[in-house]
């Protein structure tokens, strides 16, 4: 991953999605700290636009402009945040690309936990 952060909260990339375990991440009630929970979460969703862009041949500075969450229920096990694009690139009149990514996050039982949609631009290559 390369990203300090993730390292210092054990998150992994497994397969499709980004694990957040529960030892590193535990809050003072047993469960998940939202904030462990929402950077698992960005990260999974960092990752599905960085591979759909990359597929696309598209390069350039890959920044998250907003994102908003949702925490539906406490999570008392690992997390996985699995994320999807929600369709394709847009392209911009000044260069740069849009996309929207959705992320579920899911306890060990496969029941949503919480809901990241975030807006990322990829910034056109500056020659």
Do not use: Q, W
Not at 4 to 21: Q, S, T, W
Not at 65 to 82: C, E, M, N, P, Q
Not at 90 to 99: H, P, V
Not at 104 to 111: K, N, P
Request: one cysteine or more; aromatic letters at 4%; hydrophobic letters at 45%.
């Amino acid at each position: 991953m390369n990203i300090p952060a993730g390292d210092n909260l054990h998150l992994r990339e497994e397969g499709a999605g980004v694990r957040i375990p529960l030892e590193h991440n535990l809050n003072d009630k047993g469960s998940l700290f939202a904030g462990s929970i929402y950077a698992g979460a960005i990260l999974a969703a960092y990752r599905a636009a960085e591979r759909l862009f990359a597929d696309g041949g598209l390069a350039g500075d890959l920044v998250a402009k907003t994102a908003s969450i949702s925490y539906l229920k406490r999570v008392v096990s690992d997390g996985t945040a699995v994320a999807s694009a929600c369709g394709e690139p847009l392209l911009k009149a000044n260069g740069n690309r849009t996309l929207a990514v959705a992320v579920t996050v899911l306890d060990e039982e496969r029941i949503p936990c919480a809901e990241l949609s975030v807006e990322f631009i990829l910034l056109k290559v500056r020659t």
